[in-house]
């Protein structure tokens, strides 16, 4: 079991950059996170279509599974050293840490 997970709910910085924003994301960003020491596996989701009430604040979510404590990992995230992209609307980008109530 994860000691941690991530999550990041993240937009294309425009809807015509939705299809380069996940070209980046897929290819070079989880590769980046992937590599970073803790990181065990990466998912990523879109929001389905149709089926959410209202207007939800993000299109995308990224879970990052950790198999160590997160602090190390956030440190990493928040270094600087990851490739960053215009296609990402990096104001919108919402980070939580989640650590299982239930380690069984």
Not at 24 to 38: C, I, T
Not at 65 to 83: F, H, I, K, Y
């Amino acid at each position: 079991m994860a000691k941690a997970i991530i999550a990041v709910y993240s937009n294309p910085s425009s809807p015509e950059l939705e299809d380069e924003f996940n070209t980046w994301y897929d290819q070079v960003h989880l590769k980046e996170l992937l590599a970073v020491p803790g990181v065990t596996k990466a998912t990523r989701y879109r929001l389905a279509d149709g089926v959410n009430p209202g207007t939800p604040e993000h299109r995308y979510l990224a879970l990052y599974e950790l198999d160590t404590e997160p602090g190390a990992v956030l440190a990493e995230l928040g270094s600087g050293r990851l490739a960053s992209s215009d296609t990402l609307d990096a104001a919108s980008v919402r980070l939580a840490c989640w650590v299982p109530i239930n380690p069984g």
